[in-house]
C-alpha cells in the first residue's frame, strides 16, 4: 500500500486558502441575494439575509454600491470624485464649436446663450438642466470663454442712421455713379 501523500500545487497557481475559499462563497451568496432581490422587488433585504446565510449590512451595502454605480450617469465610477459630470467631452467640444461658430458669424455667444444650449443638450438626454452656480464655475474653469462686458450704444448713435437716411444715401450714390459713368 502506498501512503497517501499531499500533492505540491503547481508554482503557478497556488492552493486556495479556507480563508479565500470562504470570502468567495460569501461573495457567491451575496451575488445570489442581490440577483432574487431583483426578481423579488417586494422582499427586503432582511428576508433575503435569512434565506442565503448572509448579513443583512452586507446586502445593504451591495445595493447601495451599485445604486451610485447606476447615478453615475456616464456609466462609470470614480471612487476619488467626479462623477456628477455635466458634459461629456464631446458635449463640451460641441459648445466650444458652438461659441466659435457663433463668434465667426460676428455675433458672439452670449453667457445666456451657453446656459441655454448646455440645458437643450441636458434636455435632450432627458437630464435636469445644470444649476446658475455651476454654469459660472464652468464658465470660469475654461479660459477660452472668457467674457466681455460691451457698453450699450448710445440712443443719439441708434437714431442718427434711421431707414429712410439710409434710402436717399443710396439714391444719391446711385445718381452719383451714373452721373460719372462709374
Known sequence: MNPVTPQAAPLGDPMPDSESV????????????????EEEATERAATAAIIFNIKPSSIRMRQLRLRHLQRNSRGTFNQDGGNNLILTTAQEEAVFRFCSGQLEMGLGATPSVIYAAICYLRQQEKLNPPSLVWFRQWLNKHSSLHTIKAKPIAHVRLTTHSEEDLK???????????????
Open 22 to 37: 470562504e470570502r468567495l462563497e460569501t461573495k457567491h451568496r451575496l451575488n445570489c441575494a442581490r440577483q432574487w432581490l
Open 168 to 182: 436717399t444715401f443710396f439714391v444719391e450714390y446711385q445718381n452719383a455713379l451714373s452721373k460719372y459713368g462709374i
